[in-house]
């Protein structure tokens, strides 16, 4: 992994990282003073130009011309944009960038998975932050996971990225530029509704996509936009631990599909795994999952469900799962995790008679419940995996930083 965050970046606290408030952004400004004009809307484009001198007729034709370009065909150049007069291509160079997230490292799994270690423009400082996306091709499907944070304020443990701080939330151009970047890999421009190897978006890399609603929101506009990436609702979703007070509005104002990180059925355990359910219970969280926006027998909601040894994977556990699910009537399925284990990790993952176990019971009481196979382990590109650091924290480091994390929670 790239050494470059071994040197703690500066900590950007986020306002409202917890209760997130929308925080106002600019275009990312580049330390050349350029601005990229990935992950900005027709009419922040539009604005982009005008500021920058455009009269304001043309800034709108050239706005609509440049989303084309960047969204539809994935022009990285201005000078490829052959509509565009070419006197002017040097005018959009000197003010703005169409460029994408850097790749550090590109690494390809004996499965098939790929995992892109990428870098954001350098910020004032001076330095770039490392994030990852994965690539994991199916027969019938290909699903890039995407991350939204670099870091995450939460503290999962069983999940690697829980042991990193937060570093700073991801610009939707960062987010809407993983698609971006992974298009351009599989050869997949111009924007066609058939025949693509990426077909599937699950907001499950890095990071809690709730903490970080707008530049997501504002990402998958453009991706689900017809002109744009054009990837419909129904292939992309939204995965969160149980940012409750941010749920309906994920429902009404993104509309993809919901995937909650479940991972336990009782207070206790779930207190522990998930630390997030000592602000909002299971309750809470389970009745948020009833009121979703869009949910239905059609569009169910994952509960992803990590199978820990002898924590949370008794038959009594699976039971009290199905009891649950109906309490609420939720249109569900759960998919069975087996734990990928980390270095420091402090968890085991279930035997494979346990999940069996598990999932029959769940199977049993008509809610889907499949074993999923971990991909791309070799790689460290699992779920849970994904860590953007070679540093080694003792326990007692990672003890205090879950300490950190969990009194930022209240
Ligand atoms: S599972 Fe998701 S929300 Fe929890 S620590 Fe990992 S990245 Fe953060």
Known sequence: MCAAMQTAPNLMPIPGHVDPVPVPREAPMQTDGRKSLVGLTREQ????????????????????????????????????MTDIAKAQHPWLAERFTVER?????????????????????????GAGHDFEMVFIPDADRGTLCVSSQVGCTLNCRFCHTGTMRLVRNLTPGEIVGQVMLARDSLGEWPSQPEGRMLTNIVMMGMGEPLYNFDAVRDALAIVMDGDG????????????????????????EIGV??????????????????????????DELLQACADYPGANNARRITFEYVMLRDKNDSDEDARELVRLIRK?????????????????????????????????????????APIRTPRGRDIDA????????????????????????QAALG
């Open 229 to 252: 990436l054009a990837l419909s609702k129904r292939r992309i979703t939204l995965s969160t631990s149980g940012v409750v007070p941010m749920m309906e509005r994920a429902g009404k």
């Open 328 to 368: 609420y009537k939720l249109p569900a399925k759960v998919n069975l995790i087996p734990f990928n284990p980390w270095p420091g990790a402090v968890y085991e993952c279930s035997t494979p008679e346990r999940i069996r176990s598990f999932s029959s019971i769940v199977f049993e009481a008509g809610i889907s």
């Open 382 to 405: 699992a779920c849970g995996q994904l860590k953007t650091s070679a540093e080694k924290r003792s326990r007692a480091e990672l003890d205090r930083l879950a300490e950190e994390k």
């Open 45 to 80: 484009i539009r604005a982009e130009l005008e500021a920058a001198g455009m009269e304001s007729k043309q800034a709108k034709l050239r706005a609509k011309q440049l989303w084309h370009w960047i969204y539809n065909r994935g022009a990285t150049a201005f000078e490829t």
């Open 257 to 282: 599909n919901l995937a909650v990180s479940l991972h336990a059925v009782t207070k206790e355990v779930r207190d522990e795994i998930v630390p997030i359910n000592r602000k909002y219970g299971i």
């Open 101 to 125: 997230p850097q790749v550090v490292e590109a690494q390809v799994s004996t499965d098939g998975t790929r995992k892109w270690l990428l870098r954001t423009a350098p910020d004032s400082s």
